[in-house]
């Protein structure tokens, strides 16, 4: 399960993730240089297969004002 704080860290945003077979495998992003002030991480999430590893756990988070206002997309890939 992936959730989205786009309002985390002085509206930088944070990613949550929580494995829901295994109590234990938690992670979350966290705060970054004051640059990233006001970018909005996570205001938009997906998770599906976008490396071509065949394997359904990669996720894109949208950064709407990110990269100058232009805004980006974040991918983050299992198995790199």
Known sequence: MFIGAPGAFY?????HSQDLNN????LKTWEGPAKDDDQLLAYSAAV????????KTDVA?????????????????EGG
Request: hydrophobic fraction near 25%; charged fraction near 20%; include cysteine.
């Open 61 to 77: 988070v949208g950064v709407p004002k990110g990269l100058n206002y232009t805004g980006k997309v974040r991918l983050e890939c």
């Open 48 to 55: 599906g297969e976008f490396s071509g590893n065949g394997r």
């Open 23 to 26: 109590r234990t495998g938690y």
């Open 11 to 15: 509206w930088q945003g944070q990613v």
